[in-house]
């Protein structure tokens, strides 16, 4: 190692290129500021390499499989083959290269010096940054740690075979697995389970009955008689008692939560994913940073860290570990630093499944409504009962609408079906603007269209719906 004897200084440095590091050192450009971006491996992290865009190609081409199916009645005359998987990993690999060089060109545009290397603290204004045999130092003005975090085995894993998986590495298979176990309910299982039954494979999803999946009541419901008829096996489990692996698959021997012994085969076994701070290597200790029990750095409400010029965003601090919040943090801590005083609220946030078809939950789940004590009514309107949906055969799902009684603010709004994630957006418009009934009620919706379906289920709060019969109207005040 060739260590540089001359120490560069920087007014702002960045360490970690995923989203929240990008969207911080393009931001930070914007406002003037001189900006160095550090890292170790490739721009994008693992959100653009590895998770978030590898995976949604499939959800993708899993969606779109299944519409093929249904063109027949249509009178499209369309045979669905099986799926050439090297050709889709070839499209995901350009999709990728495309995204990298696009971030990597707009850096460049904004100036932005983008250095490779693995970087660590020296002191509280100093860090060292290793790539291969060179070593060079550099001193700050500010830092922002945006390292994200890495993949962590569950304990019941003791080691990691060849037929187990992290979720981001399902969608690096070079064949389809005939049978596919995914243990976990939190949004990626979700997806990874959707996704690949419709895309041909044999699923069996583990799902944790005293956790229970992550969206609304009804939500989780309907997503799970949908999974039924999609052939997707569901097993609620207690424990995983042992693995084993074959020269042929894996085999998993659990409990089930009715206190069954049974045993699951398949091609792979996908484990949950399980997320910890990717911190180790970077030498905070040594700082004497503070950290939270979980061992996320603590920030303030401008993300700045315990160490007054060293800010934090993304998976290293306490919250959801999703891109869009490094994202935001990203943008709001360089304003914070040229003296503005950005906010950071992640009370309504928004919680979404790139499943078939698609979930949008925001806002408060009608048990968190009642668990909070609010006088409630919610309405449920039936995608089935849309003029739209009928046209598409996308009639499956349904938009859910809590209300509270006491002022008629919208609490929460929670759906399943096609255009979900389109909608998302605007929920939570409505919900971060504190809208209330008549705010939903008063404008005008193209006709035909999934958003009238929004309308209706705010009518249904008050048995107004139009394309309900009496009967059906599902309203109800608690």
Same mark, same amino acid.
């Given at each position: 190692?060739?260590?540089?004897?001359?120490?560069?200084?920087?007014?702002?440095?960045?360490?970690?290129?995923?989203?929240?590091?990008?969207?911080?050192?393009?931001?930070?450009?914007?406002?003037?500021?001189?900006?160095?971006?550090?890292?170790?491996?490739?721009?994008?992290?693992?959100?653009?390499?590895?998770?978030?865009?590898?995976?949604?190609?499939?959800?993708?081409?899993?969606?779109?499989?299944?519409?093929?199916?249904?063109?027949?009645?249509?009178?499209?005359?369309?045979?669905?083959?099986?799926?050439?998987?090297?050709?889709?990993?070839?499209?995901?690999?350009?999709?990728?290269?495309?995204?990298?060089?696009?971030?990597?060109?707009?850096?460049?545009?904004?100036?932005?010096?983008?250095?490779?290397?693995?970087?660590?603290?020296?002191?509280?204004?100093?860090?060292?940054?290793?790539?291969?045999?060179?070593?060079?130092?550099?001193?700050?003005?500010?830092?922002?740690?945006?390292?994200?975090?890495?993949?962590?085995?569950?304990?019941?894993?003791?080691?990691?075979?060849?037929?187990?998986?992290?979720?981001?590495?399902?969608?690096?298979?070079?064949?389809?697995?005939?049978?596919?176990?995914?243990?976990?309910?939190?949004?990626?299982?979700?997806?990874?389970? =959707? +996704?690949?039954?419709?895309?041909?494979? $044999? /699923?069996? &999803?583990? #799902?944790?009955? *005293?956790?229970?999946?992550?969206?609304?009541?009804?939500?989780?419901?309907?997503?799970?008689?949908?999974?039924?008829?999609?052939?997707?096996?569901?097993?609620?489990?207690?424990?995983?008692?042992?693995?084993?692996?074959?020269?042929?698959?894996?085999?998993?021997?659990?409990?089930?939560?009715?206190?069954?012994?049974?045993?699951?085969?398949?091609?792979?076994?996908?484990?949950?994913?399980?997320?910890?701070?990717?911190?180790?290597?970077?030498?905070?200790?040594?700082?004497?940073?503070?950290?939270?029990?979980?061992?996320?750095?603590?920030?303030?409400?401008?993300?700045?860290?315990?160490?007054?010029?060293?800010?934090?965003?993304?998976?290293?601090?306490?919250?959801?570990?999703?891109?869009?919040?490094?994202?935001?943090?990203?943008?709001?801590?360089? =304003? +914070?630093?040229?003296?503005?005083?950005? $906010? /950071?609220? &992640?009370? #309504?946030?928004? *919680?979404?499944?790139?499943?078939?078809?698609?979930?949008?939950?925001?806002?408060?789940?009608?048990?968190?409504?009642?668990?909070?004590?609010?006088?409630?009514?919610?309405?449920?309107?039936?995608?089935?009962?849309?003029?739209?949906?009928?046209?598409?055969?996308?009639?499956?799902?349904?938009?859910?609408?809590?209300?509270?009684?006491?002022?008629?603010?919208?609490?929460?709004?929670?759906?399943?079906?096609?255009?979900?994630?389109?909608?998302?957006?605007?929920?939570?418009?409505?919900?971060?603007?504190?809208?209330?009934?008549?705010?939903?009620?008063?404008?005008?919706?193209?006709?035909?269209?999934?958003?009238?379906?929004?309308?209706?289920?705010?009518?249904?709060?008050?048995?107004?719906?139009?394309?309900?019969?009496?009967?059906?109207?599902?309203?109800?005040?608690?």
């Amino acid at each position: 190692m060739v260590v540089g004897e001359i120490s560069h200084q920087r007014n702002l440095i960045i360490i970690g290129g995923g989203p929240g590091g990008y969207s911080a050192a393009i931001r930070g450009a914007q406002l003037g500021l001189s900006v160095t971006l550090i890292e170790q491996k490739e721009i994008g992290g693992v959100c653009l390499n590895e998770g978030c865009i590898p995976s949604k190609v499939y959800t993708y081409v899993g969606l779109r499989r299944t519409e093929a199916e249904q063109l027949a009645m249509f009178g499209v005359d369309t045979i669905v083959n099986e799926i050439d998987l090297y050709k889709l990993m070839e499209y995901q690999t350009k999709v990728i290269g495309q995204l990298k060089t696009g971030v990597e060109r707009l850096c460049q545009a904004n100036k932005v010096e983008i250095i490779q290397g693995k970087a660590s603290f020296i002191g509280k204004n100093k860090i060292g940054v290793e790539n291969r045999l060179q070593f060079d130092i550099y001193e700050f003005d500010k830092i922002i740690i945006a390292t994200g975090s890495k993949n962590i085995l569950p304990d019941y894993v003791k080691s990691k075979e060849n037929r187990i998986l992290y979720p981001f590495e399902l969608f690096q298979l070079k064949k389809l697995p005939e049978q596919l176990i995914i243990d976990g309910q939190d949004y990626i299982a979700l997806e990874a389970a =959707s +996704s690949f039954a419709a895309l041909g494979s $044999e /699923v069996t &999803l583990l #799902i944790e009955t *005293n956790t229970g999946m992550p969206f609304d009541e009804d939500i989780n419901k309907e997503l799970l008689r949908i999974f039924k008829k999609r052939k997707i096996k569901v097993i609620a489990k207690k424990e995983i008692l042992t693995i084993k692996e074959n020269v042929n698959g894996i085999s998993i021997n659990l409990l089930t939560d009715q206190q069954k012994e049974v045993i699951v085969e398949g091609s792979y076994f996908v484990v949950p994913e399980t997320r910890k701070p990717k911190l180790e290597e970077l030498g905070i200790l040594r700082l004497g940073m503070k950290l939270s029990l979980n061992g996320f750095i603590q920030i303030n409400n401008y993300m700045e860290t315990s160490i007054s010029n060293v800010y934090a965003i993304g998976d290293v601090t306490e919250g959801p570990m999703l891109a869009w919040k490094a994202i935001k943090q990203g943008k709001a801590v360089v =304003s +914070s630093i040229v003296g503005e005083k950005p $906010e /950071v609220d &992640l009370t #309504i946030v928004p *919680n979404c499944a790139h499943t078939v078809p698609p979930v949008a939950s925001i806002g408060l789940t009608e048990h968190q409504a009642l668990k909070l004590g609010l006088s409630i009514r919610v309405s449920k309107f039936p995608l089935a009962s849309n003029g739209y949906s009928t046209i598409t055969g996308k009639k499956d799902g349904f938009i859910k609408v809590i209300s509270n009684n006491t002022n008629d603010l919208i609490e929460g709004i929670h759906m399943i079906g096609e255009g979900a994630l389109e909608m998302s957006g605007s929920f939570l418009q409505l919900l971060e603007m504190s809208a209330k009934e008549e705010d939903i009620k008063f404008p005008n919706y193209t006709h035909p269209g999934f958003n009238e379906a929004l309308l209706e289920s705010v009518e249904g709060l008050l048995g107004q719906a139009i394309h309900l019969s009496p009967l059906k109207k599902e309203a109800t005040i608690s």
